[in-house]
């Protein structure tokens, strides 16, 4: 079994560490929890990758890449995700667990050296961040940002968050804007990131054979110069309870040959917090989180309305957002079909094959979180963003006890809030 | 049983070869949640000219794939909600030379094997139900058409290649696959999926011993006999064309340089010559390579840029690529480099860090059971076990490194692959 515990190293820095001789490998990371918003999001979006360039010790890529061979094949990246209305921007690494390197040499103090070099300690030209650095990374988050377009799939998603979120934090994009990248300065970002330094609370992971004592000590002795920060603080998720009385409808036209037709739901206040959460985890399985839902084999299998047809829950904002692909002349009859089967939910047609499939289904994906440092890691990085101490065995015996009536339920409360169809040019 | 421990990886390996020739590898992980199957025919998109019973064959091009999506079909419905039924998460995919179906899963492992071994050891196939699988693989087909990944690196096989079938979509074609029927399917099935020419890899906390007569109870007594392949005459050495471009709704320009090897070697040589691949992609143009650094610094590679070696029966070659503004400077520079290396010979420095960090990536990558059992799979079908790589490592030298570069990174063996941007109607 994994050993785990969260402490705090020092005001507003946390860690949780997970032990355990499972894995060939050691994984830690470190995630600031910066609020997510319009001005600030593409710059703290692009800060990881700017520190990653170069730090005073190793000062460009070559040098960098040069200690993680020596360390068998460390990795560590630069990472940007959202966790509700959190951007959590910094870096995990992995490196081969001491237990298998040839030479018995130690991995674990010089990786967390390393990665406190990179946060703390970065190339500087004239007080700040190196232009040249900023120039090419920027450059680089403008193209990724430029390139969401490509996967239509995701872009689909993308925008209907966009479009059902606007003026809400959520509906930012966690690279932000193509706009506000380009007001970046060296000299702004710089500020930013002292900001970012002193304000934002400061989540540490570890997962591996280390003992709690070694791992305290390694990220305490790697993180000694940051800055004090009395009071850093976790941003809010706003959660609105209800859809607009009328969806809202948005359509683009792309030269695709396959249609994507997205559609958000809110689910009238279930979130992560709410009690109900565990029975909303259930729906989402039976609607349309996997290949035996409702979506899956009805508006996929049995009707070939779609190539894919899946849902997923944005469980801090309290979202429920369905992907397809269609051709473009079944938009409405794809559109129906995903409604009925919502609506199916709610009349409570639910064999107990598909209740008892989907709670297996769920439980076996969490149980199996603990079999990868990587998903370990972004499920605590989630209940670290929403406050909750809570674990995977606590949730998985939730789940064990949803009935089909509390399913029927919380789907009553869901309510289609935005429709998002990017359809063929012309013909 | 033959037992074959690691010990400087942590691992263990259980082999057994069963009387209708099946071969069965077994890796014990204590302490997981989760046990994977991976069940694999010697199988592909390349195998699409065979001699059956004296007969020379000619099946339409995506046969194998089209195969591998109607194996699901049982006579009392669908294997995949079976599975799905019992919590574990199935797949399959199909490549040029093996087609594998696998699960995963926390619960109910050994119910879950047998019905992996039956459904694909048991065809069932109606003019039905193929009429209706041609309109969901022809909108997988246009939606991967629409992929400019996939684009990118079908048009370099097609400069690279004179007429190996590696050339062809392992999907096949909206065309092709209108030509198979229920019997075709029955016919590739009998050809390929006897015992003696599939393979069967576990990994999880079982007992090697149970999964052994669980696969006797199961599949056929007979080993049944492997069709004759005919992948057409040797290639000649040289690429057939240097350069091929498309337009494509892309935000920058994509790019895929190819160099063509000699074939894929059989048994330890070709493990040792994708070793050799691998280590020679790394030391021209790796993250650690000076040539890397000056590209990244250029701006004429991005975080996209990746690299390596790939084979398949009668052919093998390095490719790199990603995003690029410049992709004709891009080969410039990596012809430009290699000539240097041939020249001025190998950084002794570099040679013994990329060699860690190469290693260490690799023992890392066995905390994936499906990495583990994928590769044992490929690798059993030509001729190796998987786990050598430790042992193998160690002798490789770097003069080897460098004669394959010296042999392989040429002028006359290079094709470059570009999709770029539509020069109207783009976003």
Known sequence: MNDTKRMQLRPGVWLRWVQTEKFKSSFLSLNLMAPLKEETAAANALLPSVLRRGSVGHPDMQRITAALDNLYGGMIEPVVRKKGETQCVGFVTSFLDDAFTPDRSKTLEPMAALLGELLLHPVLERGVFSAEYVTGELENLQSRIAAQINDKRRYAMQRLAAVMCEGEAFGVDRLGSAESAAAITPEGLWRRYRELLCECEIELFYCGSAPLERVCQALNCALKDLPEGNDRTQPDCEVRLHAPREPRLAEEAMNVTQGKLAMGFRTGGVTVWEQEYPALLMLNAIFGGTTMSKLFMNVREKLSLCYYASSMLEKMKGLLMVSSGIEFEKYRQARDEILRQLEAVRQGEIEPGELEGARRIVISALMTTLDAQDQMEEFWLGQAAAGLDTGIDWLARQLEAVTKEQVVKVAHSMELDTIYFLKGQEG | MEQRTFPGLGERMEHQMLENGLDIFVFPKPGFQKCFAFFAAHYGGMDTRFCLDGQWIDSPAGVAHFLEHKMFD???????????????????????????????????????????????????????????????????????????????????????????????????????????????????????????????????????????????????????????????????????????????????????????????????????????????????LGNSTPLYAELYQKGLINQSFSYGYESDPGCAFLMAGGESPDPKAVRQAVLEEARRLAREGLDEALWQQVKKGVYGIKVQGLNSFEHLCINQAQDFFRGCDYLDFAALFDQITREEVQNLLQGWVTQERCSLSVVRPRKEGGQ
């Open chain 2, 74 to 284: 049982t006579e009392q419905g669908n294997a995949l909600q079976d599975l799905a039924e019992n919590g574990a998460s199935p797949n399959a995919f199909t490549g040029n030379s093996i087609t594998g179906y696998y699960f995963e899963s926390t619960q109910h492992f050994e119910e879950n094997l047998r019905t992996l071994l039956s459904f694909v050891s048991i065809p069932w196939f109606t003019q039905e139900s193929v009429d209706k699988e041609q309109g969901i693989i022809g909108q997988e087909i246009g939606m991967i058409e629409d992929d400019p990944d996939w684009v990118v690196f079908m048009n370099l096989m097609k400069e690279l290649y004179a007429h190996h079938p590696v050339r062809a979509s392992v999907a096949g074609t909206v065309e092709s696959i209108s030509h198979i029927t229920a019997q075709t399917l029955y016919t590739c099935h009998k050809a390929f999926y006897a015992p003696s020419n599939m393979v069967l890899c576990v990994a999880g906390d079982v007992d090697a011993q149970r999964v052994c007569s669980i696969a006797g109870e199961i599949l056929p007594k007979q080993p049944g006999s492997i069709a004759q392949r005919d992948y057409g005459a040797k290639e000649p050495p040289r690429a057939v064309g240097d350069y091929v471009e498309a337009e494509m709704e892309v935000s920058a320009p994509l790019f895929q340089l190819g160099f063509k090897g000699e074939e894929e070697l059989r048994g330890p040589k070709g493990q040792r010559q994708e070793m050799l691949g691998d280590l020679a992609c790394e030391m021209l």
